[in-house]
């Protein structure tokens, strides 16, 4: 734990007592502070780093975006990248969205795509996608991240021969399709429902990750979905 935080430990109480079982301790009051301190440096470094870029952010200005010292931005993640490492890191759970149906799958993958780009602009993916197009370290990061996080996870559940191309182009058209919506703003994209999107892009996506099953029609969205 950084030393910036030591002055904030507390004493914390015994747990338990004569003839009564044992209580669990709290959490000790320095690392729940020490975690929000930790988060919120992370949160000023997204949104800095999407403001001007991998190469033109400073520890210094995050620092000051967070409110706290520049030894502390240091002592929590020693340095400019594995700071930015930590800032763009995210998890896709695959595994969680895919189910036996390839229709349902593929709207999983797009709805959960497209609520996590909607509740914050500054996404870990968003800022990844941003600091890409001016940093070939950020580049590589994103391209290795995709890879892992999209592309082979979504080939091992696709049977073509050509598993994982089918994958990489599911991955590109959903990327597109966030960037375009919630990056790029394009109109047709930026003020289009949910659900018309789905509508459209399932069909699409099935036919990419399940081509030869069937195609089955989409039953409509619910009133008021």
């Given amino acids: 734990m950084p030393a910036a935080d030591a002055s904030e430990k507390v004493p914390q109480p015994k747990a338990g007592g004569p003839g009564l079982p044992e209580k669990p301790v709290a959490e000790p009051e320095y690392l729940r502070k020490g975690e929000r301190t930790r988060m919120r440096i992370l949160q000023a470094a997204r949104r800095k780093f999407a403001e001007v870029g991998y190469e033109r952010a400073t520890i210094r200005a995050i620092a000051a975006e967070a409110a706290v010292d520049k030894s502390s931005v240091m002592q929590y993640f020693g340095n400019k990248d594995e700071l930015f490492r930590e800032a763009v890191r995210w998890d896709i759970p695959i595994a969680e969205l895919t189910t036996d149906d390839p229709a349902q799958t593929v709207e999983n993958y797009v709805r959960a795509m497209l609520g996590a780009w909607a509740s914050d602009p500054d996404s870990p993916m968003a800022v990844l996608l941003r600091a890409s197009m001016t940093s070939e370290d950020a580049a590589e990061l994103l391209r ?3 890879t892992a996080q999209a592309v082979e996870p979504v080939a091992a559940t696709v049977t073509a021969d050509d598993a994982r191309l089918r994958a990489a182009l599911c991955s590109a058209m959903m ?11 394009m109109p047709d994209l930026a003020g289009a429902d949910t659900e018309d999107i789905l509508r459209v892009v399932v069909p699409v996506f099935r036919s990419l990750i399940a081509p030869d099953m069937p195609q089955r029609p989409r039953p409509p969205a619910a009133a008021g979905a």
């Fill in 144 to 146: 290795s991240h995709i």
């Fill in 175 to 185: 990327m597109g399709i966030a960037s375009q919506r919630y990056l790029l703003r």
